[in-house]
């Protein structure tokens, strides 16, 4: 079973909005990643936030992690066409030394 | 040249083949796992390995098997193919730290007819 649950599922915006995706999960953490998909293509690492962090930064990449409510968001702001892709949350467990996936987020950037 | 390469990228069987897809590594890390990812979902661990005497099953081995012949390779095998193994299979790398960033290779696109 997976960790993770994104909402929303897809998301399709203008460009130059601000997109947010958001991830729950179920046990407590060490850590959740956030990783970013081309079509079909291998998953690269954008961001990880510890749990004992609340908020953390990478460009135009906002993430914040809530362990009280088991949640977190990745917000991308002033969006562009190249961000057009999937991402995915993957949580680490306490203890676990691997990572569970949710089942991602489809954003569509429209020009 | 990449970090994580796998082979081979595409390949089609016929269901009850034995078939092997082959994960190298260039950032010397003793982390290897193997993960399959079916549309529309996230991805699913198949198995991993802390280093090359230590291999774990992950979520979904049933109908895998792994091999690791050195640090820098991690075999995956199918001893006998199945229609519902058709996928995009992953292998990635990690250091031997926790709480780290996994490095993902470019998937094998398996197709089992």
């Known amino acids: 079973s997976q960790q993770g649950e994104e909402d929303p599922q897809a998301l399709s915006i203008q460009e130059g909005e601000n997109a947010t995706m958001n991830c729950s999960y179920k046990?407590?953490?060490?850590?959740l990643q956030w990783y970013r998909q081309n079509s079909g293509r291998g998953l690269v690492h954008l961001i990880l936030?510890?749990?004992?962090?609340r908020e953390k930064h990478s460009g135009r990449l906002r993430v914040t992690l809530d362990t009280s409510k088991k949640s977190s968001s990745l917000l991308i702001t002033a969006s562009r066409a190249a961000d057009t892709a999937s991402y995915f949350c993957?949580?680490?467990?306490?203890?676990?030394?691997?990572?569970?996936f949710g089942q991602g987020t489809r954003l569509t950037i429209n020009p | 040249d990449a970090d994580v390469t796998q082979t081979p990228r595409n390949r089609i069987t016929k269901t009850g083949k034995r078939i092997m897809l082959e994960c190298s590594q260039t950032k010397g890390h003793d982390r290897m796992y193997w993960y399959r990812q079916d549309p529309g979902l996230g991805l699913r661990l198949i198995y991993y390995s802390f280093d090359v005497k230590d291999i774990n099953k992950g979520e979904i081995s049933d109908g895998y098997s792994v091999s690791r012949q050195a640090q820098a390779k991690f075999s995956l095998s199918l001893e006998s193919a199945i229609p519902n193994q058709t996928a995009l299979y992953f292998c990635?790398?990690?250091?031997?730290?926790?709480?780290?960033?996994?490095?993902f290779g470019p998937g094998t696109r398996l197709t089992v007819t």
């Open positions: 990635a790398t990690s250091p031997s730290l926790q709480g780290t960033e996994q490095y």
């Open positions: 046990t407590s953490i060490n850590n």
């Open positions: 936030i510890r749990s004992n962090e």
């Open positions: 993957a949580t680490e467990g306490q203890g676990a030394q691997k990572l569970v």
